[in-house]
C-alpha cells in the first residue's frame, strides 16, 4: 500500500517562515505529480503548489513569490519552502501526488495533513 506522511508543520509569527515535507513510500512503481493543497474549516481544499512529473512547478496567485515547491523523485519526497507568512495561510496542508503502484494502477492519494498556524 501507499502511504504519504507530511512533516514540518506548526505555529508560526506572521512574516516568519516554515518548511513543509512529505515523504512517500509503498509499493511505488512511479510518482507522476505531487502536490500541496490546504483546507480552512468550512472551506475547500485548495492547491497551493504543483510540480509536474517532468518538474514543472505552478503555484496558487496567493503565494507566489513566497512559497517555493521541490521535488526529489529518488527520494520519493516533496517540499513546501513558506516564506513570509500570513495569517490568511493558517490551514490544513495536504500532500498529493499521483502514483502508479507496482500492479501499475495509477491514483491520487493524500497525506492525513499537518496544521500551520500563523499568529498576527
Known amino acids: 500500500q501507499v502511504q504519504l506522511v507530511e512533516s514540518g508543520g506548526g505555529l508560526v509569527q506572521s512574516g516568519g517562515s516554515l518548511t513543509l515535507s512529505c515523504v512517500a513510500s509503498?509499493?511505488?512503481?512511479?510518482?507522476?505529480?505531487m502536490g500541496w493543497y490546504r483546507q480552512v474549516p468550512g472551506g475547500g481544499r485548495e492547491l497551493v503548489a504543483g510540480?509536474?512529473?517532468?518538474?514543472?512547478?505552478n503555484y496558487a496567485e496567493s503565494v507566489k513569490g513566497r512559497f517555493t515547491i521541490s521535488r526529489d523523485s529518488a527520494k520519493k519526497t516533496v517540499s513546501l519552502q513558506m516564506t513570509s507568512l500570513k495569517p490568511e495561510d493558517s490551514a490544513v496542508y495536504y500532500c498529493?501526488?499521483?502514483?502508479?503502484?507496482?500492479?501499475?494502477?495509477?491514483?491520487?492519494?493524500w497525506g492525513q495533513g499537518t496544521q500551520v498556524t500563523v499568529s498576527s
Open positions: 510540480v509536474t512529473t517532468g518538474g514543472r512547478p
Open positions: 509503498g509499493s511505488i512503481f512511479r510518482i507522476n505529480r
Open positions: 498529493n501526488a499521483q502514483i502508479t503502484t507496482t500492479t501499475i494502477v495509477t491514483g491520487d492519494y
